[in-house]
């Protein structure tokens, strides 16, 4: 056995099941403490809402913890070092107020609550029916005003504009280059749609199986060694995919 960074999206992917998330829990506080391997939450809530689920269940401390999709990153367990260096990376090509200014024109965008939204994150609820006709017209609109910003839509109801530099993978990989660790020595693990660009790179990649449909026809469409789709749900399926790819 050797040390693997082990990456996790929260809420319906290591959350969801609790008696699998003890087991889980107990498999992979032994293997850190065994092999130095490290783990890392990768969320899309505040660092507000993180808190509230690190109360509400048995959340092992991470070893850094990404939150609100990707714009914000801490290293000690006390979550108060807001890593500056990933924020100077988020700044380019970003201008809040002006983009906020664009959205605001399209009626049915709902902004989230003020705990959601972040200098390098702006988020609205919009609704699955008009949602691939909004978020085209909206691309457009930031298009010509020379924003080339992202747009991750997820669970068939969030929202979220986040800078070109700035989602859950490209944080994942600013975390593997810091620390050293190989893509292969990598498992991201996902539900939704914020977690698809955790899946672009070589990083062994685990659906759990109740993976939202917009992250199943990803699959559907980039199916490769490096993913698997798992038979069990959230923590059930995290321990079935480590043991496929070997690391446990
Ligand atoms: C979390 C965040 C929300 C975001 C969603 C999808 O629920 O709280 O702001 O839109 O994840 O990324
Ligand atoms: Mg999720």
């Given amino acids: 056995m050797s040390p693997f960074l082990f990456v996790t999206d929260l809420d319906n992917t290591l959350v969801g099941d609790d008696a699998a998330l003890l087991?889980?829990?107990?498999?992979?506080?032994?293997?850190?403490?065994?092999?130095?391997?490290?783990?890392?939450?990768?969320?899309?809530?505040?660092?507000?809402?993180?808190?509230?689920?690190?109360?509400?269940?048995?959340?092992?401390?991470?070893?850094?913890?990404?939150?609100?999709?990707?714009?914000?990153?801490?290293?000690?367990?006390?979550?108060?070092?807001?890593?500056?260096?990933?924020?100077?990376?988020?700044?380019?090509?970003w201008n809040r107020q002006e983009i906020a200014a664009i959205a605001s024109q399209f009626t049915d965008l709902q902004l989230q609550p003020n705990?959601?939204?972040?200098?390098?994150?702006?988020?609205?609820?919009?609704?699955?029916?008009?949602?691939?006709?909004?978020?085209?017209?909206?691309?457009?609109?930031?298009?010509q005003k020379g924003f080339e910003i992202k747009l991750i839509y997820s669970a068939g109801q969030d929202l979220d504009l986040l800078p070109k530099n700035g989602d859950k993978g490209l944080a994942v990989q600013f975390l593997r280059r810091?620390?050293?660790?190989?893509?292969?020595?990598?498992?991201?693990?996902g539900d939704s749609g914020n977690d698809i660009s955790m899946f672009e790179g070589q990083e062994k990649s685990l659906l759990v199986a109740?993976?939202?449909?917009?992250?199943?026809?990803?699959?559907?469409a980039n199916q490769t060694e490096y993913n698997y789709l798992a038979k069990a749900d959230c923590a059930g399926g995290?321990?079935?995919?480590?043991?496929?790819?070997?690391?446990i």
Wanted: charged share 20%.
């Fill in 210 to 220: 109740n993976a939202k449909p917009e992250l199943l026809e990803w699959y559907a």
């Fill in 115 to 143: 705990s959601e939204q972040n200098p390098f994150k702006i988020s609205y609820y919009l609704a699955e029916a008009v949602a691939e006709s909004t978020l085209a017209e909206l691309q457009a609109a930031l298009k």
């Fill in 23 to 93: 087991e889980l829990n107990q498999k992979l506080a032994a293997h850190r403490q065994q092999y130095h391997s490290k783990i890392v939450y990768a969320t899309g809530r505040s660092l507000y809402l993180y808190r509230l689920l690190a109360e509400a269940k048995s959340l092992l401390p991470p070893d850094a913890l990404i939150t609100a999709v990707g714009t914000e990153m801490y290293f000690d367990q006390q979550e108060s070092q807001y890593d500056r260096e990933w924020a100077n990376i988020l700044a380019q090509g």
């Fill in 238 to 247: 995290i321990i079935e995919g480590l043991k496929h790819f070997g690391f």
């Fill in 178 to 189: 810091r620390w050293k660790i190989a893509p292969e020595q990598t498992i991201v693990c």
